[in-house]
């Protein structure tokens, strides 16, 4: 499940570069959480789950993994119009009765997601220290790229806190006894309130997502404040 909180996301974004930001910040949303969400459908239909193809999500094409429509596209959209960051949330549907080993199966199908944002930024990053030398500094494109490793990284971190309904979750509650696990997955519903809160607390979400601003300042050498 890719879930975005939004939180210290935006960079500084010079006027001029206004507009093609925000269409930066749709097309990376629909590609991250696209891709996100198709790293659980395929580990799921590795571990023998036949839901997500089921679904049709047994492909690359981002836009088909953008489900419910409303946190997935209407939300984030809504967000990125007003200025306001990132917040949004889409959902791969698995069954894990299926699996062969549930709990643990669980864990691997989980961190399926979070493992795709880690690709992107490391591609991401790997082809933008190969072009930056020759892009102008203006270039949008170097808007393009930080918006791009930024996010996937924020989805990462957010993706892997320990919170029923994320993926940190899922990889929890395989340390947990029945009764705990029982109770864990009773909060599901609120998971995202749950991580929004936590992130919401002074400085907790400042240092939490610290290793994606240090590595945006080594990457672009925008200050970490």
Known sequence: MARSGGLGYRPCV??????????????????????????????????????????????????????PVFTAVILPLVFIMSGQGLLGGAWTPIDPAYFKKPLRDRVFVALAGPVVNVVLALLFSGLYLVIRPSLPADSVYHLLFLVMIQLNLILLFFNMLPVPGLDGGDVLRYFLGPVAREKFDALRQYGIIIAIVILSIPNVSKYYFLPVYKYRELLFGIPTQ
């Open 14 to 67: 010079p006027q001029d570069f206004e507009t093609q930001y925000k269409l930066i910040q749709a097309a990376a949303w629909v590609l991250s959480v696209g891709l996100h969400e198709a790293g659980h459908a395929y580990s799921a239909t590795w571990f023998g789950d036949p839901t997500p193809a089921n679904h049709g999500r047994l492909t690359l094409n981002p836009f088909a993994h953008l489900k």
